[in-house]
């Protein structure tokens, strides 16, 4: 599908609205995920013909460039890190008057989560979206120059509390340069969570980022939302919000 870009996210005036379209698009996805069986899933490895998106894993030692990754060249790309069971890749999808002539690229580690939803999104025929399995730390270190990111959405990440675990996070001092140096300037790099403290670490560290302007948003600006953030709002969590833009050149 060929729309215009629009490049510049807003928030809702109501949130209210863009939360029972969420809701709607999660209660479709469980009835989806029902009906997709392990031989279907296999059988959509692989890109097809009609540009659906497809499963692949991240392989080690290749330079990922946007040909390699089936992106498209002259488009917006933005980068879902993580997305577990999809809501936030979902949502993205069901936005189209924010996301038209974008793409999407969305990396989960876990292979039954980005099994599933690759397969929904290769069912609607989301040509705008690609889907793979891997480590996106070892993407970003492979990430040819061509290979840039105009948002990067970070949900809720980190689920690791132990000092023996430190090495899992994906938002640490020896990463964080890793993700800047993949945002395009004027880019937006996002983070949410329910835990203050990751909050605050995150802070702390994207301050030093040259170029870095840090705001703290009420509300979710981006047309990217979490199944973990709808569960926390249900739940009457707070959430920390972090929305960090790099500076044009």
């Not at 690229?105 to 793979?132: M, N, P, Y």
């Not at 809720?156 to 020896?174: E, N």
């Not at 140096?181 to 980022?209: C, K, M, N, W």
């Not at 979710?220 to 920390?240: C, K, M, T």
Request: proline share 5%; hydrophobic share 40%; net charge positive.
């Amino acid at each position: 599908m060929k729309h215009s870009i629009h490049p510049e996210p807003h928030a809702a005036q109501d949130g209210s609205a863009d939360r029972d379209v969420t809701n709607r698009v999660h209660a479709t996805d469980a009835e989806h995920a029902r009906q997709v069986d392990a031989s279907s899933v296999k059988a959509l490895r692989g890109r097809r013909p009609g540009g659906a998106p497809r499963l692949d894993a991240l392989a080690q030692h290749q330079k990922w460039t946007r040909e390699t990754l089936g992106l498209s060249d002259g488009r917006a790309c933005d980068l879902d890190v993580g997305f577990g069971r999809g809501g936030s890749l979902r949502y993205w999808v069901a936005q189209r008057a924010e996301t038209a002539g974008r793409e999407l690229l969305a990396i989960e580690i876990k292979h039954g989560c980005a099994a599933s939803v690759h397969a929904w999104a290769a069912a609607r025929q989301a040509d705008h979206v690609s889907v793979f399995q891997g480590d996106v730390l070892m993407l970003l270190r492979m990430r040819a120059v061509d290979l840039r990111f105009n948002r990067i959405f970070v949900h809720f990440p980190d689920p690791w509390w132990k000092a023996r675990h430190a090495k899992r996070k994906v938002l640490r001092s020896d990463t964080l340069p890793s993700f800047w140096d993949a945002l395009e300037p004027g880019g937006h790099l996002y983070l949410q969570t329910d835990v203050e403290d990751r909050a605050q670490s995150f802070i702390a560290l994207a301050g030093a980022l040259p170029g870095a302007h840090l705001t703290r948003p009420d509300r979710n600006p981006y047309p990217s939302v979490s199944n973990r953030e709808v569960r926390a709002e249900q739940d009457g969590l707070p959430i920390f919000r972090v929305d960090v833009a790099k500076a044009m050149l």
